[in-house]
């Protein structure tokens, strides 16, 4: 099925581990997300690309990195996990404006 | 500073009892007002988009309007399956996509 598809789903890290989120969309657009959902927060931009070979910082890019490998994928990064960076990670990519963002179902992290 | 804010935070209904959620936004330039719909461990899914006052979107029972500062998500007769966190988002001009989220609001229809 098209849409946005990320990996892996849970994960529960120490403190100080790292790891990388992955994203991919198969939907041949051009721009893609990676936000935060806290509650009572609602939605964060961390990073975003605009376009393959590009990346910028959103709202909340402390302790994250990104990387858009193609056109396809775009992964986030966390060296050095922290307890803050508890959080439910959404991916998202972006085509024709009627349509805002298509969102994966994203990534459940515990940092403990 | 672009900013959204929804209310209420949560809204209980009866089945059949209708009701409106609210999206207040300032920002610079408003490319379009998105509402998404959330289901508990899911990722966001697209409701409308509008783009200039006055403008209405209808979907089933949900209706959308839009002013100069704020929108409307109408919800006519809702049934439980209505039940989901409501997001609304805007898009300014000229800023790379990037759409900015109210926090929503959690609605929840009782049969």
């Known amino acids: 099925n098209a849409g946005v598809t990320q990996t892996p789903k849970f994960q529960v890290l120490k403190t100080g581990q790292s790891m990388t989120l992955q994203c991919a969309q198969d939907?041949?657009?051009?721009?893609m997300y990676w936000y935060r959902q806290d509650p009572g927060m609602g939605l964060r931009l961390i990073y975003y690309?605009?376009?393959?070979?590009?990346?910028d910082k959103g709202e909340v890019p402390n302790g994250y990195n990104v990387s858009r490998l193609n056109k396809r994928e775009f992964s986030l990064r966390l060296e050095s996990a922290a307890p803050s960076q508890t959080s439910v990670y959404f991916c998202?990519?972006?085509?024709?404006?009627?349509?805002?963002?298509?969102f994966g179902s994203g990534t459940r992290l515990t940092v403990v | 500073e672009d900013q959204v804010t929804q209310s209420p935070e949560a809204l209980r209904l009866q089945e059949g009892e209708s009701s409106s959620l609210n999206c207040s936004y300032t920002?610079?330039?408003?490319?379009?007002l998105f509402w998404y719909r959330q289901d508990p461990g899911k990722g966001p899914e697209f409701l409308f988009t509008?783009?200039?006052a006055g403008e209405e979107k209808e979907k089933e029972r949900l209706k959308a309007t839009l002013t100069k500062k704020e929108s409307f998500l109408h919800i006519t007769a809702p049934k439980p399956e209505d039940s989901a966190t409501y997001l609304c988002?805007?898009?300014?001009?000229?800023?790379?996509?990037?759409?900015?989220f109210g926090q929503g609001t959690e609605l929840s229809v009782k049969p």
């Open positions: 998202a990519s972006r085509g024709t404006a009627d349509y805002g963002y298509t």
């Open positions: 939907m041949n657009h051009n721009s």
């Open positions: 690309s605009a376009s393959e070979g590009t990346t």
């Open positions: 920002v610079s330039g408003l490319r379009g």
């Open positions: 509008l783009y200039s």
């Open positions: 988002a805007v898009q300014a001009n000229n800023q790379g996509g990037k759409l900015i």
